[in-house]
């Protein structure tokens, strides 16, 4: 099955729509629509994911790509990739994420 989820960065106007797949071998592979350069530098390397990769922050593809690519820091497409991959991975219950629609950052003044 396919997980999809979509990001909306407000503040700067971009959206980023992101799919993973799980692949035959048991890992997950990441495709990135994006209208951002620093998330399509950011996506570079991020193809084929591992199941540490969306677990050990320490050894992340995911941390390690979003530390060293020019996106700023408070961009959400790092949290938009592990989201899509935990439901494709069966850590978030497609139910729940349905369910949720989605997390959000509410800024209160």
Request: net charge neutral; hydrophobic share 35%; glycine share 4%.
């Amino acid at each position: 099955m396919t997980a999809k989820v979509k990001v909306n960065m407000r503040l700067c106007g971009k959206t980023h729509l992101i799919t993973v797949d799980s692949t035959d071998e048991g890992n997950y592979r990441v495709n990135i629509e994006t209208d951002c350069a620093n998330v399509r530098e950011f996506s570079e390397g991020l193809n084929d994911l591992s199941m540490s990769d969306l677990t050990d922050k320490l050894s992340s593809k995911v941390v390690s790509r979003y530390q060293n690519c020019r996106m700023s820091a408070n961009c959400l497409a790092p949290a938009g990739v592990l989201s899509a991959a935990w439901v494709e991975a069966g850590m978030i219950a497609r139910s729940n994420a349905k369910r949720n629609k989605c997390n959000d950052v509410e800024f209160l003044e």
